[in-house]
C-alpha cells in the first residue's frame, strides 16, 4: 500500500501564494505521474497540473503562468507552488500519484481565497 500525506492549504487572500505538498510512503519502487487536482463545491474534479518521471508538465488552462508543479524524487514529493491565487482557485486540492499500474490519492487540502 501507499499512503499520501498532503500539506499546505489553508486562507489567503487574492493575489497571495500558497504551497502545497504530498509526500508519498509505503510500498513504492518506482513512481510514475504525480499531479494535483482540485474540487469546488458542486463541481467536478479537474486536473490542475501533472508532471511525469522525466518532469514534463502540463497545466490547466486557468493556473498557466500562476501554479508550478515540482517533484522531488529522492522524497517521493510532489509540490505545487501556486501565486496570484484568484477567488476561483478555492476548492480541496488533492494529490494523485501512479504507482506501477496503481492511482493513489491524497486525503485532499483546502485552499480558501477570500478576502
Known amino acids: 500500500q501507499v499512503q499520501l500525506v498532503e500539506s499546505g492549504g489553508g486562507l489567503v487572500q487574492p493575489g497571495g501564494s500558497l504551497r502545497l505538498s504530498c509526500a508519498a510512503s509505503g510500498r513504492i519502487f518506482s513512481i510514475n505521474n504525480m499531479g494535483w487536482y482540485r474540487q469546488a463545491p458542486g463541481n467536478e474534479r479537474e486536473l490542475v497540473a501533472r508532471?511525469?518521471?522525466?518532469?514534463?508538465?502540463d497545466y490547466a488552462d486557468s493556473v498557466k503562468g500562476r501554479f508550478t508543479i515540482s517533484r522531488d524524487n529522492a522524497k517521493n514529493t510532489v509540490y505545487l507552488q501556486m501565486t496570484s491565487l484568484k477567488l476561483g482557485d478555492t476548492a480541496a486540492y488533492y494529490c494523485n500519484v501512479q504507482v506501477g499500474v496503481r492511482t493513489y490519492w491524497g486525503q485532499g487540502t483546502q485552499v480558501t481565497v477570500s478576502s
Open positions: 508532471i511525469t518521471s522525466g518532469g514534463s508538465t
